[in-house]
């Protein structure tokens, strides 16, 4: 059974810090790009960084660049997003998801998480 968990979601501040984390089972992450994706209310979804098979990291935005970063642990079956200077609009459910190839178009991705909240507010 293929699952993608997301964990690591909550409340900060602007300016604050989280990491992410999207742990993988019944298959090995490392032979796909894991995207990564989030969705504020009432917003649509949109693309936010991925990390290729290869650990080339593709930015979907640039207000992320300089902020987040993504990261694989093979050993873990794990992929980490760092977010940094987190700001109120960087607030959203964040969704890791597989696929063949890195892409901003969240249909070319095959398999998701249930996605984790993230919270920024004073």
């Known amino acids: 059974q293929v699952h993608l968990v997301e964990s690591g979601g909550g409340l900060v501040q602007p300016g604050g810090s989280l990491r992410l984390s999207c742990a993988a089972s019944?298959?090995?992450?490392?032979?796909?790009?894991i995207g990564w994706f989030r969705q504020a209310p009432g917003k649509e979804r949109e693309g936010v960084l991925c990390?290729?098979?290869?650990?080339?990291?593709?930015y979907f935005r640039e207000s992320v660049k300089g902020r987040f970063t993504i990261s694989r642990d093979n050993a873990k079956n794990t992929v980490y997003l760092q977010m940094n200077s987190l700001k109120p609009e960087d607030a959203a459910v964040y969704y890791c998801?597989?696929?063949?190839?890195?892409?901003?178009?969240?249909?070319?991705?095959?398999?998701w998480g249930q996605g984790t909240q993230v919270t920024v507010s004073s």
């Open positions: 998801a597989s696929g063949r190839v890195c892409s901003s178009y969240w249909s070319r991705y095959d398999y």
């Open positions: 019944g298959f090995s992450l490392d032979d796909y790009g």
């Open positions: 990390i290729t098979s290869s650990n080339g990291i593709a």
